[in-house]
C-alpha cells in the first residue's frame, strides 16, 4: 500500500530542477496528500550542479532537507552521469529496493556495473528524450523539466494531469491587471500575458505527451511502482 | 473564533517571511541581499514595486546602515521589516546593539546560515546565537507555517508598551527557507484585527520637532539603569509572547507555546531541539518509540528572553535530557547548554544526566542513527561529552580530501 514517495532530482543549474520539484509538491498538495519539497545547490551559476527532493506521502511528513534514501531518481542531464555533475556519485546511490530512475536521454548512458547494481535492487531505468520533446512540442529545451515531470506522473501517478496543470496556472499564470496606465501601456501587458498564456499551454503540453509515453512504457516495462499511487488521490 | 476564509499555498520559508511582512503591512522595509535570504527582500521588492505593498522599500549599501535606517524610521513611528543571515546579520551587530537600546519596535528575519571560515551557504546557528547578547527579542521557527505565524505575533510583541524592543524571528536557511510546504495564510482582516496599525505611545521623531535621543551618559550609574531597565523590558516579552499567542490562538486556531513539548508525557530520554531541524528530532522520537524507547523531545521557540520556568517545568521529572546544539563555541561546547543547565540547576527533581551534543553544523544532516546514538551515550554516566555527532564514511571522506588537498603521510 503507497504510503510515500521520496523523489530525487538531480540536474544543472538553469533546467529547472527547482521549479520541477515546486511543481510537483504543489500539485501533490492539490490532489489532497502530504508534500514537501527543497533544493540543494552551491553556487547559484548555470550548468552547476542542483540537486532537488520532493516527499509526497498520505501522511504527515516530519522529514525534510537531503534526500538521501530516494524511490525515485530523475536525472535532468546526461552530463551528471557522464562527468558526474551531481552531489551524489554515482547518481543513484542510496535508491531503494523497488525503485524507478528517469534519466534524460536518447542513449543508454549506463555500464554494466550500473545496469547490474540496479537490476540487483530491481530498480528500473526509463531513458527518456525529455529534451527532445521540450524542443518538439514547447518549441525550447527549457520545457524540459515539464517532460520530466510528465514522466514521473504518468509512471506512478503520484499526481494527476489536472493538479500539474492546477499548479503550472498557480505558479506562472498570472491574472490580468489593467496598469491604469496609458492605452498603449495596457496594450503591451495584454501581448505580454497572451504570450505567458501560449507557454503555459506549450508546458502543459508537454507534460501530457510525456505522461502518455511514460504511461506506454510502464504498460511495457511494468516497473515497480507503476500506478503506484494511481489510486491514492483524494481516497483520504 | 477561527479565522472565516482560509487560503492555503505552497510557500517557502521565505516566501512565508515575505507573506508575514505583507499581512503586517509594514511601512518601510530597508534592504540588502545574501543567500539564503535574498527571496526575502527580493519579493518584497517586487510587491512594492507592483503597488501590492504600500510603503517604502530602499536598498541598503550594507547591513550596517539597514539595521540603522531600520532602527531609524521605527523611531519615527513606522512599521518597520527587514532581514538578513550569516555574515549578513555579524557586519550589522553593531547596530543591532545600539538600535534595541533605543527601544524601538521592528521585526528582522535571520535567515541561518554557519560563519566563514570556511565559507558555506547551508544553516547552523552560530550567526543568530551572536545576537544572543544583543537585548532583541528572539523566536526560532519550525516550520514555514511558524515563519509567517511568528512574524505577526512578532509584530504584536515588539508594538507592545511593556516591550518595545525588536524582535528576531529565525529561520533555517535551505531547510526552511527553499523548503515549501503548505502554509495557510490568514485573512488580512482578521490580521487588521489582531495587529491594527502601529500607534506608538513614546515621542516620535519629527523633522517639525527636533529632539535628540539615545546620548551619551558617562559614569555607568545611568548607564546601569539603562541597562537594567532593557534587561526587564526584554523580560517582559515572555508574558507578552503568551498573552498575545493566546490570542492568536483563539482566532487563527494554531497555538504556540514558549517550548513544545513533544511526546514528552513519559519520555524517560528527551531531546531539546530547535528552529527546523526539530521536525528531524520529532520523526526520530517516532522510529525509537518503535523500537520501545520512550523518546520525547522539547523545542525551544522563545529563546530570548529565555523561558527559564518553562524550560525547567517542562524538563523536570525527566531522567535523561540530551541538549542538541546546532552551533558551536569553539573551546566552550554548545552555546545553549549550559542554559539549560543553569535553568535546571536550583531544582530538586532536575533530570539526572544532561547530556551536551552538537550536530548539524554547516547544515549537516541529523540522521536517525545519529539519534539512536545519543540515547546510548545518555547511558554511559562517565561520558561528559559534549558529544560531537558525525559518522565515519563521513570522516573517511574527509580524510580522502585532505590527502588530495596536501599529501603528506605523516599526516593523520
Given at each position: 500500500m503507497f504510503k510515500r514517495i521520496n523523489i530525487r532530482i538531480s540536474g544543472l543549474g538553469g533546467q529547472g530542477a527547482?521549479?520541477?520539484?515546486?511543481?510537483?509538491?504543489?500539485?501533490?498538495?492539490?490532489?489532497?496528500?502530504?508534500?514537501?519539497?527543497?533544493?540543494?545547490?552551491?553556487?547559484?551559476?548555470?550548468?552547476?550542479?542542483?540537486?532537488?527532493?520532493?516527499?509526497?506521502?498520505?501522511?504527515?511528513?516530519?522529514d525534510r532537507g537531503e534526500l538521501v534514501y530516494p524511490d525515485v531518481i530523475m536525472v535532468f542531464h546526461p552530463q551528471v552521469i557522464t562527468m558526474q555533475k551531481s552531489y551524489t556519485a554515482p547518481f543513484y546511490s542510496g535508491v531503494k529496493e523497488d525503485g524507478l530512475v528517469i534519466i534524460n536521454t536518447s542513449a543508454d548512458l549506463l555500464t554494466k556495473e550500473d545496469h547490474k547494481r540496479l537490476e540487483d535492487l530491481n530498480v528500473s531505468v526509463f531513458n527518456h528524450d525529455a529534451t527532445k520533446l521540450a524542443l518538439e512540442i514547447g518549441g525550447t529545451e527549457l520545457s524540459t523539466n515539464m517532460a520530466m515531470l510528465g514522466a514521473c506522473a504518468g509512471v506512478t501517478k503520484i499526481v494527476s494531469l489536472e493538479a500539474l496543470d492546477g499548479a503550472l496556472q498557480e505558479r506562472f499564470g498570472k491574472r490580468y491587471v489593467a496598469s491604469g496606465g496609458t492605452a498603449t501601456l495596457d496594450q503591451a501587458i495584454t501581448k505580454k500575458y497572451a504570450k505567458k498564456a501560449m507557454l503555459l499551454k506549450a508546458n502543459m503540453d508537454t507534460i501530457t505527451k510525456s505522461y502518455e509515453l511514460a504511461d506506454t512504457w510502464s504498460e511495457e516495462a511494468k516497473?515497480?511502482?507503476?500506478?503506484?499511487?494511481?489510486?491514492?488521490?483524494?481516497?483520504? | 473564533m477561527v479565522a472565516t476564509k482560509i487560503n492555503t499555498k505552497m510557500l517557502t520559508g521565505n516566501k512565508a517571511a515575505a507573506w508575514g511582512?505583507?499581512?503586517?503591512?509594514?511601512?518601510?522595509?530597508?534592504?540588502?541581499?545574501?543567500?539564503?535570504?535574498?527571496?526575502?527582500?527580493?519579493?518584497?521588492?517586487?510587491?512594492?514595486?507592483?503597488?501590492?505593498?504600500?510603503?517604502?522599500?530602499?536598498?541598503?549599501?550594507?547591513?550596517?546602515?539597514?539595521?540603522?535606517?531600520?532602527?531609524?524610521?521605527?523611531?519615527?513611528?513606522?512599521?518597520?521589516?527587514?532581514?538578513?543571515?550569516?555574515?549578513?546579520?555579524?557586519?550589522?551587530?553593531?547596530?543591532?546593539?545600539?538600535?534595541?537600546?533605543?527601544?524601538?519596535?521592528?521585526?528582522?528575519?535571520?535567515?541561518?546560515?554557519?560563519?566563514?571560515?570556511?565559507?558555506?551557504?547551508?544553516?547552523?546557528?552560530?550567526?543568530?546565537?551572536?545576537?544572543?547578547?544583543?537585548?532583541?527579542?528572539?523566536?526560532?521557527?519550525?516550520?514555514?507555517?511558524?515563519?509567517?505565524?511568528?512574524?505577526?505575533?512578532?509584530?504584536?510583541?515588539?508594538?507592545?508598551?511593556?516591550?518595545?524592543?525588536?524582535?528576531?524571528?529565525?529561520?533555517?536557511?535551505?531547510?526552511?527557507?527553499f523548503t515549501r510546504e503548505p502554509v495557510e495564510l490568514p485573512d488580512e482582516n482578521e490580521v487588521r484585527v489582531f495587529l491594527p496599525a502601529f500607534k506608538p505611545v513614546q515621542p516620535v521623531f519629527q523633522a517639525s520637532q527636533p529632539q535628540a535621543r539615545a546620548s551619551a551618559v558617562l559614569g555607568g550609574v545611568n548607564y546601569s539603569f539603562f541597562k537594567y531597565q532593557h534587561h526587564l523590558a526584554t523580560l517582559h516579552a515572555e508574558r507578552v509572547f503568551m498573552e498575545v499567542a493566546r490570542e492568536y490562538g483563539a482566532r487563527f486556531g494554531r497555538h504556540y507555546e514558549s517550548v513544545e513539548r513533544y511526546k514528552m508525557d513519559d519520555a524517560d530520554s528527551v531531546f531539546v531541539m530547535s528552529n527546523s531541524f526539530a521536525t528531524k528530532g520529532k520523526a526520530a522520537v517516532n522510529k525509537l518509540r518503535k523500537q520501545g524507547i520512550k523518546a520525547g523531545l522539547l523545542k525551544l521557540r522563545l529563546f530570548r528572553p529565555f523561558p527559564v520556568d518553562a524550560v525547567a517545568d517542562a524538563l523536570c521529572g525527566h531522567q535523561k535530557v540530551a541538549v542538541i546544539d546546532q552551533n558551536i563555541a569553539p573551546g566552550a561546547?554548545?552555546?545553549?547548554?549550559?542554559?539549560?543547565?543553569?535553568?535546571?540547576?536550583?531544582?530538586?527533581?532536575?533530570?539526572?544526566?544532561?547530556?551536551?551534543?552538537?550536530?548539524?553544523?554547516?547544515?549537516?544532516?541529523?540522521?536517525?542513527?545519529?539519534?539512536?546514538?545519543?540515547?546510548?551515550?545518555?547511558?554511559?554516566?562517565?561520558?561528559?561529552?559534549?558529544?560531537?555527532?558525525?559518522?565515519?564514511?563521513?570522516?573517511?571522506?574527509?580524510?580522502?580530501?585532505?590527502?588530495?588537498?596536501?599529501?603528506?603521510?605523516?599526516?593523520?
Open positions: 527547482v521549479t520541477a520539484a515546486h511543481l510537483l509538491a504543489m500539485a501533490a498538495n492539490r490532489d489532497g496528500k502530504y508534500s514537501i519539497s527543497n533544493p540543494f545547490f552551491g553556487a547559484e551559476k548555470r550548468m552547476a550542479p542542483a540537486e532537488s527532493y520532493v516527499r509526497i506521502g498520505v501522511e504527515r511528513i516530519y516497473p515497480a511502482l507503476a500506478n503506484v499511487a494511481a489510486d491514492v488521490a483524494r481516497s483520504f | 511582512a505583507r499581512l503586517a503591512d509594514v511601512d518601510y522595509v530597508p534592504a540588502f541581499p545574501i543567500t539564503p535570504q535574498t527571496e526575502i527582500v527580493e519579493t518584497l521588492a517586487q510587491w512594492f514595486a507592483e503597488g501590492t505593498m504600500q510603503g517604502k522599500f530602499t536598498n541598503m549599501d550594507s547591513e550596517h546602515s539597514m539595521f540603522a535606517a531600520a532602527g531609524s524610521a521605527a523611531a519615527s513611528g513606522v512599521r518597520v521589516f527587514t532581514a538578513s543571515s550569516s555574515q549578513g546579520i555579524l557586519y550589522g551587530l553593531e547596530m543591532l546593539h545600539t538600535i534595541s537600546g533605543w527601544r524601538v519596535p521592528l521585526v528582522l528575519v535571520n535567515v541561518s546560515r554557519g560563519l566563514a571560515t570556511p565559507i558555506t551557504l547551508e544553516p547552523d546557528h552560530n550567526d543568530v546565537m551572536a545576537t544572543r547578547d544583543t537585548g532583541i527579542v528572539q523566536l526560532h521557527a519550525e516550520t514555514c507555517q511558524e515563519v509567517l505565524d511568528l512574524i505577526l505575533l512578532a509584530y504584536r510583541i515588539a508594538e507592545d508598551p511593556r516591550v518595545l524592543l525588536p524582535v528576531l524571528v529565525n529561520i533555517d536557511g535551505f531547510y526552511l527557507s561546547g554548545g552555546i545553549t547548554f549550559p542554559e539549560i543547565a543553569s535553568a535546571l540547576y536550583h531544582r530538586e527533581d532536575r533530570p539526572k544526566r544532561l547530556l551536551s551534543v552538537i550536530g548539524g553544523l554547516g547544515g549537516m544532516d541529523i540522521r536517525d542513527g545519529d539519534f539512536l546514538s545519543i540515547v546510548e551515550h545518555l547511558d554511559e554516566k562517565d561520558f561528559k561529552g559534549p558529544l560531537m555527532l558525525f559518522r565515519k564514511e563521513d570522516l573517511d571522506g574527509f580524510r580522502t580530501l585532505q590527502k588530495i588537498a596536501g599529501p603528506d603521510e605523516e599526516r593523520e
